[in-house]
């Protein structure tokens, strides 16, 4: 069977890289994409371990010719894309709400926001032009669905991926064949999740305030950030699959109840 291709981009660390090593092991070729060529290229390295064809593209997804560039070397190396998956994105120390800088709010919205908006909107123009069924997936947040305390800009970013994507289902998804969707993830392991506890640790050891609401509504008992690995990319190689063609401008939640 002639294998899928699948785009990542964010693949060199955390959920992006734990996802590429998933979609080979799943049998994808793959194009990977991210700023940190190192970490990206040992990323690419552990795809290949698991018998894929991967292309490796340094890009900084909030800029266009970057965006532009991973989807012509994906067309150029393999000829087609199966799915996409949007997965970029920062996210800064907490703050809270009254002293948010303009400098974290560019940094956050070209990140998170203006990323994905290129990613999609390019993503729709080629699958357009192909003559078969596209799927895109963004990675969006839990607190994109629930503003989470000392992440104000943040989780307005994430409110704006969501709706984002869905106003592309409704647009796009008919016209072109196209399914877009979304996971929402809350605390997983990765670097972005490590820096911000770290960060927290730093303020109530300097005797500050905490500026995160507890995760009270956390569903699972002692829980407190889940594994990307087993909890998470599971779910997107579904939404990647065929089975999941019903599934149309969706928003899931993966953690552990605490939009609840």
């Known amino acids: 069977m002639e294998k899928k291709i699948a785009v990542i981009t964010g693949a060199s660390s955390g959920i992006g890289a734990v996802g590429a090593v998933r979609f080979a092991k799943e049998g994808y070729n793959l194009v990977?994409?991210?700023?940190?060529?190192?970490?990206?290229?040992?990323?690419?390295?552990?795809?290949?371990?698991?018998?894929?064809?991967?292309?490796?593209?340094?890009?900084?997804?909030s800029k266009e010719e970057d965006v532009k560039n991973v989807f012509e070397k994906a067309l150029e190396k393999f000829g087609t894309i199966d799915f996409v998956w949007s997965n970029q994105g920062v996210l800064t120390v907490p703050t809270v709400f009254e002293e948010l800088t303009l400098d974290q709010y560019y940094t956050v919205s070209e990140n998170n926001f203006k990323s994905t908006f290129?990613?999609?909107?390019?993503?729709t123009k080629v699958f357009s032009k192909l003559a078969k069924p596209g799927n895109v997936v963004c990675t969006a947040s839990s607190s994109g669905l629930r503003p989470e305390s000392g992440f104000g800009v943040y989780s307005a970013s994430k409110a704006a991926v969501i709706h984002l994507v869905r106003a592309a289902a409704i647009e796009c998804g008919i016209k072109y064949n196209i399914r877009y969707n979304c996971v929402c993830p809350g605390g997983f392991v990765s670097e972005m999740t490590t820096m911000v506890i770290n960060e927290l640790t730093k303020t109530l050891s300097a005797g500050g305030d905490m500026p995160i609401r507890k995760p009270t509504m956390n569903l699972l008992p002692e829980r407190d950030l889940g594994d990307p690995e087993k909890e998470l990319v599971g779910l997107v190689v579904f939404l990647a699959s065929e089975e999941s063609t019903f599934i149309q401008g969706a928003a899931f939640s993966v953690d552990c109840g605490i939009t609840l």
């Open 118 to 123: 290129l990613m999609l909107t390019e993503a």
């Open 32 to 61: 990977i994409a991210a700023r940190r060529e190192d970490k990206l290229n040992a990323v690419a390295e552990q795809c290949r371990a698991e018998g894929a064809e991967v292309l490796a593209v340094r890009g900084d997804m």
